[in-house]
């Protein structure tokens, strides 16, 4: 089970909008992740998740929710969890 207290999000200037949304599918794309063992972190500091232009929210919680699997699995060193 993935346990997250808080999510901060930085998006693009205009898209404060969709913020609530992109969060709820990024918590709903780490929620089918297959994950493995136990660990805990106190922060997880992500580099920049880039996607086209015209890329839709779940594509963008796609990517931030797989940006956030390589980063546990890097700190875990794993490859994927």
Request: overall charge positive; aromatic content about 2%; proline content about 7%.
């Amino acid at each position: 089970m993935l346990k997250i207290d808080r999510l901060r999000l930085s998006l693009p200037p205009g898209f404060e909008p969709l913020a609530e949304r992109i969060a709820r599918l990024v918590a709903d794309e780490l929620a089918g992740l297959p994950l493995q063992g136990d660990a805990h972190f106190d922060r997880l500091t992500l580099p920049t998740v880039e996607v086209g232009q015209r890329a839709t929210d779940r594509q963008v919680a796609g990517a931030v929710a797989g940006s956030v699997a390589s980063g546990m699995a890097a700190h875990l060193g794993r490859g994927k969890p």
